[in-house]
């Protein structure tokens, strides 16, 4: 399992100063610091802003990313110039890049899949959303079985694909049970689909800022550990969280990945 980092992003009340003034210095700093927790992978969240986005997403490939080669991006925007002008630079770059995400709404799908052809060494992520999120692992699989006809169709192919079955916070009325069907659903999904398929979450929609930060690291610790425990292979985390780190760590030690070092969990 490997972790992505979400804070590059318009929306989060540390970085948007500098995103929005385009003062490369504290994401450099951001991206520094994650680098020596292990993280690899960074979502790039410039919104969708017709004229804004498309900006932000050169100035953080050319200014910010340049001095991290080896580092891979996400590119997480509705905006589809902004989407076309981090493909281009990251193709340029050389960067292994991830579209976060195609929906299965038909706008979201034309507007993406052509790029997708275009760059054939990009990643996908498919969200399990039809508009609405689905609550039942099944109603889940339906979607994910769906998604993967249509992307072999348009000539994707399913080797790129990443599936995001959308994590719920557990505040809303259903939210406890939404957490239980995705579980299901990891354990469901090797068996649906015809070949092995990468998966992702959002781990900090699992609760809300009203929960409280000690409640929010404590509930996003246990379903890491649940979610991995199930094979998922991608986890979107905040990395301001430590004990979340360390915890992951922990997790990638125990499975194997990495040399255990109490020194790593301080």
């Known amino acids: 399992m490997e972790l992505i980092c979400e804070n590059i992003n318009v929306v989060d009340p540390f970085m ?15 991206v520094e610091n994650a680098v020596r927790q292990g993280i690899r992978v960074f979502d790039l969240n410039v919104g969708s802003h017709a004229l804004k986005s498309p900006r932000l997403m050169a100035f953080l490939l050319n200014e910010v990313f340049s001095s991290f080669p080896d580092l891979s ?18 193709s340029r770059q050389g960067r292994p890049v991830v579209v976060n995400a195609l929906s299965l709404e038909v706008e979201k799908w034309a507007q993406v899949v052509p790029l997708l052809r275009e760059y054939e060494q990009s990643q996908v992520v498919l969200l399990l959303m039809t508009p609405q999120v689905p609550r039942e692992a099944e109603d889940r699989l339906v979607a994910a079985l769906d998604g993967c ?39 469901l999904l090797p068996e649906a689909l015809s070949q ?17 930060r000690a409640v929010r690291q404590e509930v996003e610790v246990v379903f890491l550990s649940m979610l991995a425990a199930l094979g998922l292979d991608y986890a979107m985390v905040n990395v301001r969280h430590r004990s979340l780190l360390r915890t992951a760590r922990l997790i990638q030690s125990l499975q194997g990945r990495e040399i255990f070092s109490p020194a790593s969990l301080e």
């Not at 991006?73 to 990251?90: I, M, P, Q």
Request: net charge negative; no cysteine.
């Open 16 to 30: 948007a100063p500098a995103l929005n003034s385009l003062d490369a210095e504290p994401i450099i700093e951001l």
């Open 73 to 90: 991006v996400s590119l997480d925007t509705t905006n589809a110039e902004a989407l076309a002008v981090g493909l281009s630079l990251a």
């Open 149 to 187: 006809e249509r992307l072999t169709r348009a000539g994707i192919s399913l080797d790129r694909l990443i599936i995001d079955p959308v994590v719920a916070p557990l505040g809303w009325g259903d939210g406890h049970l939404h957490s239980g069907e995705i579980l299901k659903f990891l354990t």
């Open 196 to 212: 092995p398929v990468k998966t992702m979450v959002g781990l900090s929609n699992i609760t809300t800022r009203s929960a409280g």
